[in-house]
């Protein structure tokens, strides 16, 4: 029974010495990376449909500072490579929206072009020498509208094959639409009264067949309307962050960065946490709907011109960097 006992303590001993396996892998926060640069560019709207694939579009640019036509880049792998479409008759583009992997709209001067191809091969579906949209949006499949300059709104409702002009009422400088839903949207703007700029947020609740002026409450110049649920929205602008938690009906003003012109704006859809860019500091985030906003600390050259959301922990920022005349590309993660 002695050399049983005492192997049974030697075996206890063993056990006691060994190292519990208590490794811990430490994930390091998410930041901001560049992922592509390219020369020659100005990027101006960036637009993801999943995880995997998104489109950017913007401009060649001379060093001079002169256009010379448009530029797609296309990504199939989450940002990691991305491919350069382009062609001497694509007009300068400042929007892209995304309804699904296959299919895809562009805006820039003068026109909206199309792919039904993922992005390899586009079609011009509108053009009118008037009008300049500065952002595109797709409630659903088929229906869809873009604004721009002196107050115009065109829609479509059969996937692009035709487009017509709404009546806004107004001749303000249109610079963002969001639609929650298939019938309700909003478009904010600016105009030149005297020596003050003034802001406008225009409603429907009719799919564009009415356009309701509301008051704007905050700084003038607004760049961005987005929503997070049908009740709750915000609106980015000079030296403010408009939100509305009824819907649109009424909103609230706070003043989290003064001095500093506030861009475009994206949230995680149905959530407190989203980015906005900001001259002062970038790019900055809010974890808690716009209460309070922080810097993220990403130090950059580049002005950046537009934001896109795509998962929790993933998301994009486009913009150009003036000395190097360098378009850039940069993802969280």
Not at 47 to 71: P, Q, R
Not at 294 to 303: P, Q, R
């Amino acid at each position: 029974m002695k050399p049983i006992l005492l192997s049974t303590i030697l075996l206890l001993l063993l056990l006691s010495c060994k190292k519990s396996d208590t490794t811990h892998i430490v994930t390091p926060p998410a930041s901001w990376h560049l992922v592509a640069s390219k020369a020659g560019m100005i990027l101006r709207a960036v637009n993801f449909v999943n995880s995997e694939k998104g489109l950017v579009v913007g401009s060649v640019i001379k060093d001079d500072g002169s256009f010379v036509h448009g530029i797609i880049l296309k990504t199939a792998n989450g940002g990691n490579s991305w491919d350069l479409i382009t062609h001497d008759t694509l007009p300068d583009l400042s929007s892209v929206f995304l309804i699904d992997t296959l299919t895809a709209y562009a805006a820039g001067t003068t026109c909206i072009i199309k792919t039904t191809d993922g992005g390899n091969t586009w079609s011009t579906v509108f053009r009118n020498h008037s009008f300049n949209p500065e952002s595109i949006y797709f409630p659903g499949k088929d229906t869809g509208y873009a604004v721009g300059i002196s107050g115009a709104i065109v829609r479509t409702v059969n996937g692009g094959q035709s487009w017509e002009f709404q009546q806004s009422h107004t001749n303000c400088q249109l610079t963002s639409v969001y639609f929650t839903n298939n019938q309700t949207g909003f478009a904010v703007g600016y105009f030149n009264q005297t020596d003050n700029f003034h802001g406008l947020i225009l409603k429907t609740t009719n799919a564009g067949a009415t356009w309701d002026s509301i008051p704007y409450v905050g700084e003038a110049m607004p760049s961005s309307v987005v929503f997070t649920s049908p009740d709750v929205g915000y609106i980015s602008g000079m030296n403010s962050v408009l939100k509305t938690t009824d819907g649109g009906t009424n909103w609230t003003a706070s003043y989290p960065f003064p001095m500093c012109s506030l861009g475009p704006i994206s949230f995680l859809p149905g959530s407190p946490y989203g980015f906005m860019l900001n001259s002062c500091g970038n790019i900055v985030k809010t974890i808690d709907g716009g209460e309070t906003w922080s810097d993220v600390g990403l130090t950059t050259k580049s002005s950046l011109m537009s934001l896109c959301w795509v998962e929790y922990d993933t998301g994009y920022a486009v913009g150009w960097e003036h000395d190097s005349n360098t378009g850039t590309i940069y993802k969280w993660y």
